[in-house]
């Protein structure tokens, strides 16, 4: 059975650090890419970060890059990913997904999301 699980969300203030983790398993996930996206109420769904299955490719959006750092450990066909955010912000406040796919263009698998808010 495949599972797609966040975690690590929570209420910080501004300038904190937080560390999402991402766990995909119950198929190959380790030879998938892993996308992580955040969304709001009413706002667009933003592409974050990505990560291709070796870590040989990765992406940030421009909102993130030089805050947010994406790492990830395959262990048989499990994959787990990790979206460390330092200097976090209140535009930062979302619920953070993570996607898996055989590309880093495809998101075929979900998680239910974490939420972050951070406080000013």
């Known amino acids: 059975q495949v599972h797609v699980v966040e975690s690590g969300g929570g209420l910080v203030q501004t300038g904190d650090s937080l560390r999402l983790s991402c766990t995909a398993s119950?198929?190959?996930?380790?030879?998938?890419?892993i996308n992580w996206f955040r969304q709001a109420p009413g706002k667009g769904r933003e592409r974050v970060a990505g990560?291709?299955?070796?870590?040989?490719?990765?992406?940030?959006a421009d909102s993130v890059k030089g805050r947010f750092t994406i790492s990830r450990v395959n262990a048989e066909s499990t994959a787990s990913v990790y979206l460390r955010m330092n200097s976090l912000n209140p535009e930062d406040t979302d619920v953070y997904y993570c996607?898996?796919?055989?590309?880093?263009?495809?998101?075929?698998?979900w998680g239910e999301g974490t939420q972050v808010t951070v406080s000013s």
């Open positions: 996607s898996a796919g055989p590309t880093m263009s495809d998101y075929d698998y």
């Open positions: 119950g198929r190959t996930f380790d030879t998938d890419a």
């Open positions: 990560i291709s299955w070796n870590g040989g490719e990765i992406y940030y």
